[in-house]
């Protein structure tokens, strides 16, 4: 049930006939966890927060600095040098006091991403490197926990939804991160933020596709991005969005895996975060 305050923030919400009460009460009881309070962060954790999510799980272990303020709208210049899950909590309660927090001032590894995700409903990962996104994508496939997952460049930024768990109607299993990034890129290859840089504004757009996104998965309206990719070109203003399939290789659920599956049903599931698994321990990453 919502309380009258609940009714009146939430109105707008509550008058859409794809989200409607019904809706609003999946996006109350749901669970949220958010890889990265940095510029994807900043505005997919305000909108989440103001769409009134039961709870939001935060992951950051950085603490602000004066170039952040640039594009993660999270902070102000007093923040600066604070941990950036405290202030994110603090701005989350209160902008929304009915949304509990629960921040984790730590980096995602191989040692404790199994433990952290496994509480979730839904991940969204706005984080910076390609190292967690791939641990973020392996362990979201092993638990079986739906992901949002989103890039930027400096004037582009990328999109997805990721539910390989599942199979479609034809029974064909839903794409991983590996069949469409297959495999790390070489190290230098592509410049991080602080080299490259970055249009702040743009930031902005992708965070909060992020959100909607999100929402959508959990209430249920639409079309999502399972196995399409959406690019933005800001030097051009371009949106567009290419698919993409199920990779037989890969090695998460390819053609090899499932072959296994059929053999041992239960061999699979029962110890996915073996670190003896090549393609589920990252360190090497």
Same mark, same amino acid.
């Given at each position: 049930m919502f309380s009258s305050d609940e009714i009146e923030r939430y109105a707008r919400h509550i008058v859409l006939r794809d989200v409607g009460g019904p809706g609003q009460q999946k996006l109350k009881a749901? =669970?949220? +966890?958010? *890889?990265?309070? #940095?510029? +994807?962060?900043?505005p997919l954790i305000h909108y989440l927060a103001a769409a009134g999510i039961g709870e939001l799980g935060i992951i950051d272990d950085d603490v602000v600095s004066l170039s952040n303020l640039q594009r993660q709208i999270l902070f102000r210049s007093c923040d600066v040098g604070r941990p950036k899950t405290e202030c994110a909590a603090e701005v989350v309660t209160g902008l929304n006091p009915h949304v509990k927090v629960t921040p984790y001032n730590l980096r $995602?590894?191989?040692?404790? @991403?199994?433990? *952290? /995700? &496994?509480?979730?409903?839904? %991940?969204?990962?706005?984080?910076d490197n390609f190292a967690t996104r791939y641990l973020v994508s392996d362990t979201c496939f092993y638990e =079986? &926990? !739906? $992901?949002?997952?989103?890039? +930027?460049?400096?004037?582009? #930024?990328? +999109?997805t939804t990721l539910r390989p768990y599942e199979t479609d109607a034809a029974g064909t299993p839903r794409p991983t991160y590996r069949c469409l990034f297959p495999d790390l890129p070489p190290p230098g290859t592509? !410049?991080?933020?602080?080299?490259?840089? %970055? /249009? #702040?504004? $743009? @930031?902005?757009? %992708?965070g909060t596709l992020m959100a909607l996104e999100v929402i959508r998965e959990i209430v249920g309206f639409g079309e999502n991005l399972v196995g399409r990719l959406l690019l933005i070109d800001a030097?051009?203003? =371009?949106?567009e969005i290419i698919g993409y399939n199920w990779d037989p290789a890969n090695p998460l659920n390819g053609a090899e895996v499932q072959k296994k599956r059929l053999r041992d049903p239960d061999g699979l599931h029962d110890q996915p975060d073996d670190p003896s698994d090549k393609h589920f321990k990252l360190c090497s990453l």
């Open positions: 749901a =669970r949220v +966890l958010i *890889v990265g309070a #940095g510029g +994807l962060g900043a $995602l590894d191989e040692s404790n @991403a199994a433990s *952290v /995700i &496994r509480d979730w409903d839904i %991940v969204a990962d706005g984080s =079986r &926990r !739906p $992901l949002v997952t989103a890039a +930027l460049g400096a004037f582009d #930024g990328s +999109l592509i !410049p991080a933020c602080a080299e490259a840089g %970055v /249009i #702040g504004a $743009l @930031a902005g757009v %992708v030097m051009t203003m =371009r949106f």
